[in-house]
């Protein structure tokens, strides 16, 4: 009797129950402020309301269907296995992109937003300097040059580098979401730093940057702490 009703609802009602599922969910995001690790902060309301929207649906869906003579379907396995999927997926710990992603998206060079790099004052406090606007910069001819000597202040996580005397200082930039996130990077001069930091720990760097015999531009730092992971890792 109840593996007969449980069939009845799961065929029935499957794709209801994933979407309430996700439903719930991107609300419980939003309200914990984790939904920023999926999608752009732009894009949290419009995904917020979607939610609401799809649980009123929802509610009128269900009383609607209560109203319905009720008959049986095949596919209670696939239904099953989709909601299972589903309510694991929801119920995993948000994480934020790692170095391993880093590598498997930059192949090696960090991502440079297309355009000129926007003009910034490099002559008073650098602090508020982003990640990627250094990048832009040094990756531009007519301005990599600009930032030899400057003073730089940097704020991600650690990536490895094919020579043991650098790591890579790492943030994604987010235009969409987590899908589409792209690894900014700057290359730091730190020998044996694997000595104090592993992987993925999050590090703040002070420092000046210097060009290499080969001409790349690298951070000198001088200074280097591990930190906590910042409640937003992004940048937009």
């Not at 008073?124 to 930032?147: A, F, G, H, M, Q």
Request: charged share 20%; hydrophobic share 40%; with cysteine.
């Amino acid at each position: 009797m109840l593996f007969k009703k449980l069939h009845s609802v799961l065929s029935k009602n499957a794709g209801v129950i994933v979407l309430l599922l996700v439903s719930l969910h991107i609300c419980r995001l939003a309200f914990t402020k984790q939904l920023q690790l999926y999608v752009h902060p732009r894009y949290i309301v419009f995904s917020v309301v979607m939610a609401i929207c799809a649980l009123i649906i929802i509610t009128f869906g269900v009383v609607h269907n209560r109203k319905q003579p009720k008959n049986h379907d095949s596919g209670t396995i696939f239904s099953l296995i989709v909601i299972l999927a589903t309510l694991l997926l929801v119920l995993l710990k948000p994480h934020v992109l790692s170095s391993y992603t880093s590598r498997e998206r930059s192949g090696g060079s960090s991502y440079v937003e297309p355009g000129t790099p926007k003009r910034i004052n490099l002559s008073r406090n650098t602090e508020s300097v982003r990640l990627k606007d250094w990048v832009s910069l040094i990756n531009d001819p007519t301005t990599s040059t600009y930032v030899l000597g400057k003073v730089v202040y940097a704020n991600g996580f650690v990536s490895k580098v094919s020579s043991s005397d650098y790591f890579y200082v790492s943030r994604f930039i987010v235009t969409c979401c987590a899908v589409d996130a792209r690894p900014v990077q700057l290359k730091v001069y730190s020998p044996g730093w694997q000595n104090a930091y592993s992987e993925d720990d999050w590090v703040n760097v002070t420092g000046t940057f210097i060009q290499e015999p080969n001409g790349e531009i690298v951070i000198k730092p001088s200074k280097l702490e591990k930190t906590d992971r910042p409640v937003d890792p992004y940048e937009y």
